[in-house]
Nanobody
């Protein structure tokens, strides 16, 4: 079994910053791509950013230049540094990981953390 624990969400004013983290623990051999997704009320879940095991990153156009994804492989943790936050960034943020286990590779989602940006 694998557990993903997210932290770092909260309420912030427009223009402010937050850093999210997601730590994986449990039966882990290695971790491939790690990523952040978000879902705003009434909208579909969307990709925010991903980072591969060798550090290659990908961002949604809406967050390029404002958000930075990174990972600490020793800690099985992925981070999302969010700067210059806008009200439209308000959403529940979920981390997703592709974890290699002895039984194969499986996808895991975190429980979600609320980010609210006030204008």
């Amino acid at each position: 079994q694998v557990q993903l624990v997210e932290s770092g969400g909260g309420l912030v004013q427009a223009g402010g910053s937050l850093t999210l983290s997601c730590a994986a623990s449990g039966s882990i051999f290695s971790i491939n791509t790690m990523g952040w997704y978000r879902q705003a009320p009434g909208k579909q879940r969307e990709l925010v950013a991903t980072v591969t095991s060798v550090g290659s990153t990908n961002y949604a156009d809406s967050v390029k230049g404002r958000f930075t994804i990174s990972r600490d492989n020793a800690k099985n943790t992925v981070y999302l540094q969010m700067n210059s936050l806008k009200p439209e960034d308000t959403a529940i943020y979920y981390c997703k990981t592709n974890i290699v286990q002895t039984s194969g590779t499986r996808q895991y989602w975190g429980q979600g953390t609320q980010v609210t940006v006030s204008s």
